[in-house]
């Protein structure tokens, strides 16, 4: 794809729903592979990231097929169903479709070879393979525990007790996978809450999960392994990652005023509303109310002087993708910004953390950056914008490219991405529906 450019816009405007949520779509397909009966899913993200997990499923024996009404449809085998794929599984751009697979594997009897593109196969698996291989899965994977990587699944998976050494729902959803072909009880405890869809979804499936909250913010997640699952309706809610853009576009882009429906708001991922309100945006929550046991609202922003903030770690779990286009919003407001807790930013689909700390520096903005924190010193003020000017290399990085082209929204140069192809991953249609809200983008080759 040519690179994108974007350039000083008008105010925002409009009443917009964005894709569904990527992690409920991998979740919901991944479920409904191994229940019982047909799963019907509306809103699924048709995204490349939850497509190969699609055809992942498809590769190990599920029916998996969209209706014309868009709607998917899924007709499972059952815990322990799943068939040896005569194919390697190309899990994409996809942290989560890759290492939540593996642990659906690990609790299965089956070998499989996982590949993904160059992001993903920077990436570390090695927080998964540790566990996972206590459940009794054998790996051989690439140096450093990177993919490709090839899995064979426990013939007798073991249930085991699992204390994750750092915040992360990727290792603990694995292991809850995993445990669903192990007999007994699987236990996870994490030390702070991250997001639970994966324990919400396994209860609406059928599966016994109890949840105990712990001393210190800890929690204690026990799954009863080998249920019946069976299939069931799932409602995908509007991303929340993905709406964030359209949020911060409105709050930093004079005049502005946008509403974003159906949003996803899980209290363990909704860190971003949060820190907008901290950042003083004008935003408010309409029509709340409850969907398939997710909690989802509509969003609206209105424009308004942004004043800095310091960002706790406490809050990293339930805004780890949003941290990019919050930086936007940093670098636009009034004083400094201080973000702490940032350490996972630098394992994601890039090194988010020094990515974004360059594209910024390139685009005028002054930080600095540590190894977990970053401080942006914001311009923001009565007629003062990010200078902009620059072209930045979105390394790969979907939610880099978007950020970027946010923030030039708001600059008085344009600002363009080297590389925009990686957005189809979670967010199709980002380019028309920004525009849709006025927003002026255009092409030139790379």
């Not at 249920?227 to 991303?239: F, N, Q, T, W, Y």
């Not at 409105?250 to 860190?271: E, M």
């Not at 003020?381 to 970027?404: C, E, N, Q, W």
Request: hydrophobic share 40%; glycine share 12%; with cysteine.
């Amino acid at each position: 794809m040519p690179s994108l450019t974007s350039h000083l816009s008008g105010p925002l405007r409009g009443v917009v729903r964005v894709p569904g949520d990527k992690s409920i779509s991998h979740r919901a397909l991944m479920l409904g592979a191994v229940a019982l009966g047909q799963t019907r899913i509306t809103g699924l993200l048709e995204g490349e990231d939850v497509l190969c997990t699609a055809d992942a499923m498809r590769a190990m024996g599920a029916k998996v097929e969209r209706l014309e009404s868009g709607e998917w449809v899924v007709n499972g085998l059952g815990v322990g169903g799943l068939l040896t794929p005569d194919c390697d599984l190309d899990m994409g751009n996809s942290g989560t479709a890759a290492r939540l697979l593996m642990g659906l594997v690990a609790g299965q009897g089956l070998k499989a070879t996982f590949t993904g593109d160059a992001s993903l196969s920077s990436r570390p698996m090695k927080r998964v393979i540790d566990p996972l291989s206590q459940v009794g899965a054998v790996f051989e994977a690439s140096e450093g525990g990177r993919l490709p990587l090839t899995m064979t699944g426990a013939q007798d998976p073991m249930p085991i007790t699992y204390e994750l050494p750092v915040a992360s729902a990727q290792v603990k959803s694995a292991v809850m996978l995993a445990g669903l072909g192990a007999p007994g009880e699987t236990v996870v405890i994490e030390p702070k809450p991250t997001r639970d869809h994966t324990e919400k979804m396994l209860t609406h499936f059928g599966a016994d999960v109890r949840v105990e909250e712990l001393d210190g913010g800890a929690r204690r997640i026990t799954l009863k392994g080998q249920p019946e699952l069976k299939g069931r309706d799932v409602i995908v809610p509007a991303d929340i990652s993905s709406a964030a853009f359209a949020l911060v576009a409105g709050c930093i882009v004079d005049g502005s005023d946008i509403t974003v429906t159906n949003v996803g708001l899980n209290p363990l991922r909704a860190g971003v509303v949060e820190t907008l309100k901290d950042f003083g945006a004008n935003i408010e929550i309409l029509n709340q109310r409850i969907e398939a046991g997710e909690i989802v609202g509509d969003v609206r922003v209105t424009s308004g002087l942004l004043k800095g903030c310091t960002v706790p770690a406490s809050r990293a779990p339930a805004q780890i993708d949003e941290y990019p286009v919050l930086f936007a919003a940093a670098a636009c407001a009034q004083g400094e910004s201080r973000f702490e807790g940032l350490e996972e930013l630098r394992v994601k689909e890039s090194d988010r953390l020094s990515v974004m700390a360059a594209g910024l520096k390139a685009c005028g903005v002054e930080l600095q950056e540590g190894d977990d924190w970053l401080a942006i010193k914001g311009v923001g003020g009565t007629g003062k914008r990010v200078p902009g000017g620059a072209t930045v290399a979105s390394s790969l990085d979907h939610r880099i490219a978007m950020s970027f082209l946010v923030l030039g929204c708001a600059s008085a140069k344009p600002i363009s991405v080297d590389d925009a192809s990686p957005i189809d991953t979670s967010f199709p249609g980002f380019r028309d529906l920004m525009e849709g809200l006025g927003a002026q983008f255009s092409e030139r080759e790379a």
